[in-house]
């Protein structure tokens, strides 16, 4: 026995183990362990390295490799990070499912490290490509509003889609049509994903329904990565902002007092899902402040903007639509 077998790690790559013993002698494996050990191994076999040489360049153990290549246990975070680390990947690779297409591997190349203005060029391209994307003139026939509850997309939206002549559409309401249920029904009896299929299916079916619309939208569509980029294909989008007071003023003055009752941390919660959205909010096309403003001033304002953004004139004063 050599001083590796003694310290109590198995040489497996120098003397492995029949693989039908291995699978015979193992405890039942979990598919999602094995599936990942196989990553792992094909990651290995792209980058030409050996088990031995992996456990170097990992500070890993090969038995503890062996174990992970064949779904045996249950890899911590740290290792999977080591491992990944060595195969010059991330560790979200060894958990995910799109390693084997060479094609993949090449795109993403192209787009590691690039800014945010360079990927949405490459985002809008792509669109357009595989037929994704609206053609532009009629992308700006839709106006939809996104931001947190209380920014005023409902109260401007009705304001815009009445100087524009054109529908208003509260997506929320096209949720409960499609479902056949309230929201408090969907999120309480379905669930989160059964609300966000719903979600998909409703702007599916506006942007079919209406070629000229303001949509204003629930404050959660850029969970979704596959919903919020159909919304920014097919329409003109406006970030709606404002301090996180107004916001909690302005639900309560809706008739919802449930933040009233821990009023600090709804306040922190609040904060926190703005930090968590504001990067995918900031994917608009034009971002609006509502804070500080009558609403005639800021209907006026944000008429004024889009109208410039999109080349024709957007509506009248809200006091004139009166």
């Known amino acids: 026995m050599n001083s590796r077998e003694s310290a109590g790690e198995l040489d497996v790559e120098a003397t492995p183990v029949p693989i039908g013993e ?18 792992v191994r094909s990651l290995r076999a792209r980058k030409g390295m050996t088990r031995r040489s992996l456990a170097v360049a990992s500070a890993v153990s090969e ?35 799109d390693i084997d297409s060479p094609e993949w591997l090449l795109i993403r190349d192209l787009l590691r490290g690039r800014d945010d203005q360079d990927l949405r060029r ?6 357009e490509l595989f037929g994704t994307s609206a053609r532009p003139e009629a992308r ?9 509850r209380g920014a005023g997309k409902s109260t401007l939206g009705r304001l815009l889609a009445d100087g524009m002549g054109v529908p ?68 003109f989008t406006v970030w709606l902002t404002a301090a996180p007071t ?23 919660d609040l904060r926190r899902i703005l930090a968590g959205r504001a990067a ?13 403003k009558s609403l005639d001033e800021a209907y006026g304002a944000l ?16 006091s004139d639509m009166q």
């Open 22 to 39: 291995e699978i015979a002698d193992a405890t039942p494996r979990e598919p999602f362990l094995v599936a990942m050990g196989e990553r």
């Open 63 to 97: 038995r503890h490799l062996a174990n992970l290549e064949l779904g045996l246990g249950n890899a911590s975070i740290l290792v999977l990070r080591q491992v990944a680390g060595a195969l010059e990947c991330q560790p979200a690779d060894l958990l995910g499912d």
């Open 122 to 127: 490459a985002r809008t391209a792509l669109g």
């Open 140 to 148: 700006r026939q839709r106006i939809a509003l996104v931001g947190l």
């Open 168 to 235: 208003f559409v509260e997506l929320n309401r096209e949720i409960e049509r499609v479902a056949g249920y309230g929201l408090t029904e969907i999120h309480n009896l379905l669930g989160p994903a059964a609300y966000r299929r719903y979600e998909r299916r409703a702007l599916e079916e506006t942007v079919q329904r209406y070629p000229e619309a303001v949509i204003a939208t629930p404050g959660g569509i850029v969970s979704d990565p596959a919903t919020f980029n159909l919304l920014l294909a097919h329409c």
């Open 246 to 268: 107004d916001h909690m003023q302005r639900v309560v003055a809706q008739g919802d007092t449930r933040p009233m009752a821990g009023n600090s941390e709804a306040m922190e």
């Open 280 to 292: 995918f909010y900031r994917k608009a096309d034009l971002t609006f402040g509502t804070s500080g």
């Open 303 to 318: 008429s004024t903007q889009l109208s410039t953004a999109l080349g024709r004139s957007i509506g009248l004063g809200a």
